[in-house]
Structures are given as structure tokens and as C-alpha cells.
């Protein structure tokens, strides 16, 4: 579900790896500057979390 919602954010196809590393990206975040902090995340933030880690991912991944 998470992956047809990202996909219809990102107007492309997603691959299994590329959705695999931006699930990592966003839990890792999550884990590390909410759930420490005991913040909340709405699905809102995490789509925006998903949509910044797919641009690092493409940047870095073309270098």
C-alpha cells in the first residue's frame, strides 16, 4: 500500500530495491529523529521523509 501511494507521489514506478532503500531511509530517519525525541510522525511527514530520500537516492546513485 505504502509502495502505490509513493509511486502515485512520485508520478513513476518504483523498483523493489529503489522501495526497499527509501523504506530503510525513512525508518532509519524516523528512528533516529522522532522516535528518540518521542515525536510523533504522521503519514504526511513520512511521505515527505520518502520524497527527500528519493532524491538522494537518485543524486548519489548516478555519481
Known amino acids: 500500500m505504502l509502495k502505490a501511494i509513493l509511486e502515485r507521489r512520485f508520478n513513476r514506478r518504483l ?3 529503489e522501495f526497499e532503500s527509501i523504506a530503510k531511509m525513512v ?3 524516523i528512528k533516529f529523529n522522532r522516535i528518540n525525541f518521542k515525536k510523533c510522525t504522521s503519514l504526511h511527514e513520512v511521505l515527505n521523509i520518502a520524497e527527500i530520500s528519493l532524491f538522494i537516492l537518485k543524486k548519489y ?3
Open 15 to 17: 523498483t523493489k530495491e
Open 27 to 29: 525508518t532509519d530517519d
Open 61 to 63: 546513485k548516478c555519481a
